[in-house]
């Protein structure tokens, strides 16, 4: 098991809702910058959705206004409200800390094992 571990994929119809999950790990003590990133079958890795410390939200422009991400600092946690899903979000979704404090030390670009996300038409 990883640092960062998603859920909540799965298979949903064209117009459906999924929240996805990830949790960090105790080896995690802190996080900047974390987010979703989507790969479908064939194509390269794709930005969905960041949110920093703070709270700043970034959205690729094919999720927003469907699309929500939120943080819970204090767990770690990261969300991922998909609403009017789409076939074309059919990908895997990999959650990403930019900058972690993984056993006390600062790594950056710490990726999750990603959720499968399908959408039928």
């Known amino acids: 098991q990883g640092h960062l571990v998603e859920s909540g994929g799965g298979l949903v119809q064209a117009g459906g809702s999924l929240r996805l999950s990830c949790a960090a790990s105790r080896t995690i003590g802190s996080i900047n910058t974390i987010g979703w990133y989507r790969q479908a079958p064939g194509k390269q890795r794709e930005l969905v959705a960041t949110i920093t410390r703070g709270g700043t939200t970034n959205y690729a422009d094919s999720v927003k206004g469907r699309f929500t991400i939120s943080r819970d600092s204090a767990k770690n946690t990261v969300f991922l409200q998909m609403n009017s899903l789409k076939p074309d979000d059919t990908a895997v979704y990999y959650c990403?800390?930019?900058?972690?404090?993984?056993?006390?030390?600062?790594?950056?670009?710490?990726w999750g094992q990603g959720t499968q996300v399908t959408v039928s038409s």
């Open positions: 990403n800390a930019d900058r972690a404090l993984v056993y006390g030390q600062w790594r950056t670009d710490v």
